[in-house]
């Protein structure tokens, strides 16, 4: 403990009782080796652990996708954040998920004690994900928010008519799962693309981001998922931005992400407390200042990109 200058641990968002653990220790700690304390939020850690591998100066565009989060924000500062849009309902990793318990995918040898996403992503490759055709969500809306639930029901719905089409009970593997896997994956890339583009226009137009230099990072467990990367690497080439992704180690969630953002918070003298009277943890809290209704006010269309990997 005499090596440590502070005690940094994630406060917002989660699970209240992981919250509640990992803050109940940490106070602990803080108290008996009278070390600073520096409360994290856990969408902010995953925005700014780009810049424990890469230099990347703000600001910047930033990609959350996650098990439980999904949203699109510039990063221009270590805490000041402009949210763009999110999601409206569930997220990505949630989605794929369950997809993956529908699909019965554990029962698949390469899939075997893999996520829901990361088993999704590995059947994928042997599939045609023109086999299927699910709609992509939000087309209408002109915005940076995101959707899964409609797409994870039109799936489910068509899981369900295949096994019956099969004369499979549920829990069987379809013989059209790695198509159904391709098509998901495909479906839900567009979606992620689409809107990432959209809020690159913005930010662009709005002078928000400048031209030269300019960057896209995404991060978060779902973001080291290669469909997703290669169809948003498709976009950046498109408008003149970088992509960069941390390693896929520090994509999911991990101890370091919140390490190096209580290093980030302690080189700028923010937010770093030497009183914990009063600290709470917030299970639901919002990233920096919202503006999503500017967003969707300028309306922009995005231009058509073969989204094609």
Known sequence: MDDLTAVATTVKPGLALSLGVGLDYSLELVERYKKPFIPI?????????????NRVEFPFLVLLLSGG???LAVARGVSDFLLLGQTLDIAPG???DKLARRLS??????CSGASGGKAIETLAQQGNKLGYEFKVPLERHLNCNFSFAGLQTNVTRRITQKEREEGLPQGQLLSCASDL???IQHTLAVHIAKRTHRAIL???RNGIIPQ???TLVASGGVASNQYIRRTLQIV????GFSLLCPPPRLCTDNGVMIAWNGIERLRAGLGVLHSIEGIKYEPKAPLGTDISEQVERAAIRVPKLILTV
């Not at 950046?236 to 408008?239: C, F, R, V, W």
């Open 212 to 214: 030269s230099d300019a």
């Open 69 to 71: 989060h999904c949203m």
């Open 202 to 204: 913005f930010c662009v």
């Open 181 to 183: 896997a391709a098509a």
């Open 94 to 96: 949630d989605m794929l």
């Open 236 to 239: 950046t080439d498109a408008t």
């Open 105 to 110: 995918l554990q029962k698949h040898p390469p």
């Open 41 to 53: 939020h856990h969408m902010e850690a995953h925005a700014l652990t780009i810049r424990a591998t």
